[in-house]
């Protein structure tokens, strides 16, 4: 059998017809391969066989019994029935739905057969309804045994599942390993035919420190590295350096009413020696809530625009792209520099002066969304593409933005989500990483306080005074409606209660309104109209609101620490003092006792980054979820810290093969052959 039967769409088996693939499409098994890497979570215990006085009612066993008597009702909707017996007792099979002839088939009178399924009792008698496995004594071998339990949808059952399995592991060709065989005995891995053997038919699967499982994570970070890797080729082609004297950027600083920090300082000379490089830059700045980020990039676009090129920027938000439009007006005011804006609501009127203008080079930095992608947008010389808070946008997306620049466009994106160093290698291992660790000098640390919430009265006073001093305060719940499953707050619930106490005074903003309600309330308490903006997580990142100075989070609990200093990070962000205060219920879990108690000590959001994976592990990795930051299927940055080394090692010594025949199958099996071809942009 050919390697490429891996690659084959489901329905090319034996026994999947089209109501199965579309069941197992649910699944997200549209391949061959995805039976192959969708492993057992579990296993059903059949291996024993009990005498039916041992029977447990409950409990899923297996027997073997005499078949006594068959009876077929003829009165619709009653089930049929077998009788069987051992020396030790008597149990009734029930089926409903089931015909005759098969039953007569299945259960031959006055012979042994085995049966393993759920025990029932009813009628003063055991009973078995719809078993597992009815089979002869023959066939006992495929029954009798711990048989893997896989994750399934409505529609499909285990002994269906089970025969497609088995059906591909049975008949995996046999592929010659990417690995040399010292290599993988010397790093505690398995070959590859011989793990996914394992994985499927022993303990292996269950177990991430296995050696079979280890080598599939092995085989998931290499992919994975690979791409990248591949990428960074592509991208970081040659390209004319820019030439600047960075005047105009020194010019900036002087007007500044603050001094850059060290690591401001450190950030911005790296990009402005890539901006003066041979090859493009690809670089993401990382920092920290608060770091000044943005004022970086601000003065690494005075030098592109010095050196005659243009500059975009864009942010995921109209609120936040108009921010840093009103915040580049005001810095550049003292030079030259042409400034506009466009979003998707910019009047026809003004897009088409705005076009015109920066086609004929009239405009020097475009701010704006996703509006930036349209076709219609031609720059005349674009050199520099800034993305902020990149990873609201996907890679493609990103891709499409820096080709309107053509081979010169250098690519510079900023994050405010810290990310731990084993996830950095494998998410943006394409790229240069910058860090900015440092925090303004005038920025206060956040006052971090922890509540129970059956004393939230005692909060109302200290709300009414953060209002007479003007001051705004954001009111975080997780859930938008209350749940009758869940003991969370609803936001719309708590917006009724404080709107009441200060009445006028309220906004709601959730994930479920309009894009252009949300950001109306927004502006609204941007504006200073409202005081109190009761909100889920929507507000996690990449809004400025100078005068919010109190943040209170409901259910903290129920947060992950990164997320919890995202959120926290919304406030003190002007000079006046910040202040975050942690609701809670009674009854809290160690991991959430620790989390609060981090938090309370630290506003280093890369150290809390990575004691939020420690704590939170593979399960919800690093809680970064409403950042789009994907999980791995099967590698855990804390249990293979090891491997990811190992993997990014592996990739820098083997790059140049990636075009063998064994990568590439590596690459199709992990999705990762079809990725953009980035050698467009």
């Not at 199965?20 to 391969?33: N, Q």
């Not at 077929?72 to 002839?101: H, V, W």
């Not at 990483?433 to 640390?445: D, G, L, V, W």
């Not at 308490?525 to 609101?545: A, H, P, Q, R, W």
Request: proline share 3%; hydrophobic share 35%.
């Amino acid at each position: 059998m050919k390697k490429d039967f891996i690659f084959n769409d489901v329905n090319t088996l034996k026994g999947v017809g089209p109501q199965l693939s579309k069941y197992l499409k649910k699944k997200k098994i549209e391949k061959v391969k995805d039976i192959i890497l969708n492993l057992p979570y579990s296993e059903t215990d059949r291996s024993k066989l009990f005498k039916l006085n041992e029977l447990e009612v409950g409990k899923t066993q297996s027997i073997k019994v005499f078949v006594k008597k068959l009876n077929f009702p003829r009165i619709r909707n009653l089930p049929n029935k077998i009788l069987c017996e051992d020396e030790t007792g008597k149990i009734e099979i029930a089926y409903f739905n089931s015909r005759e002839g098969y039953l007569r088939k299945l259960y031959p009178l006055n012979k042994w057969i085995i049966i393993s399924g759920k025990i029932n009792y009813f009628n003063k008698k055991y009973q078995i309804t719809n078993p597992d496995y009815v089979t002869t004594l023959d066939k006992k071998e495929y029954v009798i045994k711990n048989i893997p339990k896989y994750n399934l949808t409505k529609g499909i059952n285990e002994k269906k599942y089970r025969s497609i399995s088995e059906q591909v592991i049975n008949n995996i060709p046999n592929i010659e390993d990417w690995l040399n065989e010292n290599f993988i005995k010397k790093n505690n891995l398995s070959m590859w035919n011989e793990c996914i053997k394992k994985l499927h038919n022993s303990k292996d699967g269950k177990d991430n420190l296995s050696k079979s499982y280890r080598r599939l994570v092995f085989d998931e970070l290499c992919a994975n590295f690979f791409i990248l890797s591949e990428n960074r080729r592509k991208i970081k082609k040659e390209k004319i350096p820019k030439k600047f004297t960075k005047k105009k950027m020194n010019f900036i600083k002087r007007t500044l009413p603050f001094t850059l920090t060290e690591s401001q300082e450190n950030v911005l000379n790296e990009i402005n020696l890539d901006l003066a490089d041979k090859k493009r830059m690809f670089r993401i700045v990382q920092g920290d809530v608060g770091s000044g980020k943005t004022i970086v990039s601000l003065l690494a676009i005075s030098n592109v625009i010095e050196s005659g090129y243009q500059c975009s920027l864009m942010a995921p938000t109209e609120i936040l792209a108009k921010q840093h439009y009103e915040l580049f007006k005001k810095i550049y005011k003292g030079t030259n520099f042409k400034i506009d804006f466009l979003t998707g609501k910019t009047e026809n009127r003004y897009r088409k002066e705005i076009l015109k203008n920066l086609e004929n080079g009239k405009i020097n930095l475009l701010i704006g969304t996703h509006a930036l992608f349209q076709k219609k947008i031609i720059f005349k010389k674009l050199g520099l593409v800034i993305i902020d808070e990149q990873h609201k946008f996907g890679v493609k997306q990103r891709l499409e933005f820096a080709k309107k620049g053509g081979d010169n466009c250098d690519v510079l994106l900023m994050s405010a989500t810290p990310i731990p160093r084993t996830m950095m290698m494998s998410l943006y291992g394409d790229m240069d990483i910058s860090k900015i660790t440092e925090k303004p000098a005038k920025r206060k640390k956040i006052i971090t306080l922890s509540k129970p919430e059956k004393k939230i009265n005692e909060l109302w006073p200290f709300i009414k005074k953060q209002i007479i001093n003007k001051n705004q305060i954001f009111w975080v719940c997780p859930l938008i409606e209350e749940s009758s499953f869940l003991d969370y707050s609803s936001a719309k619930k708590k917006f009724d209660l404080i709107n009441k106490k200060f009445p006028n005074k309220v906004g709601l903003i959730h994930g479920a309104l309009e894009k252009h309600e949300k950001e109306k309330v927004l502006k609204q308490f941007l504006n200073k109209e409202i005081s109190i903006l009761v909100s889920t997580t929507v507000i996690e990142v990449g809004i400025d609101f100078p005068n919010a100075n109190l943040i209170i989070i409901e259910n903290a609990n129920k947060f992950g620490l990164a997320q919890l200093h995202q959120l926290r990070g919304r406030v003190g962000r002007g000079e006046n003092q910040g202040t975050c205060i942690l609701l809670f219920k009674n009854g809290l879990s160690k991991n959430a006792v620790k989390r609060i108690k981090i938090l309370k000590e630290s506003d280093d959001g890369f150290y809390i980054a990575e004691e939020d994976l420690k704590l939170r592990g593979f399960g919800d990795l690093i809680g970064y979820q409403q950042s789009g930051i994907k999980n791995f299927r099967f590698s855990d940055p804390i249990i293979h810290e090891d491997l990811f080394k190992l993997a990014e090692l592996y990739v820098q010594t083997n790059q140049s093969d990636i075009n063998q025949k064994k990568y590439s199958f590596l690459l199709k099996l992990f999705d990762k052959a079809e990725i953009i071809n980035v050698e467009e942009i």
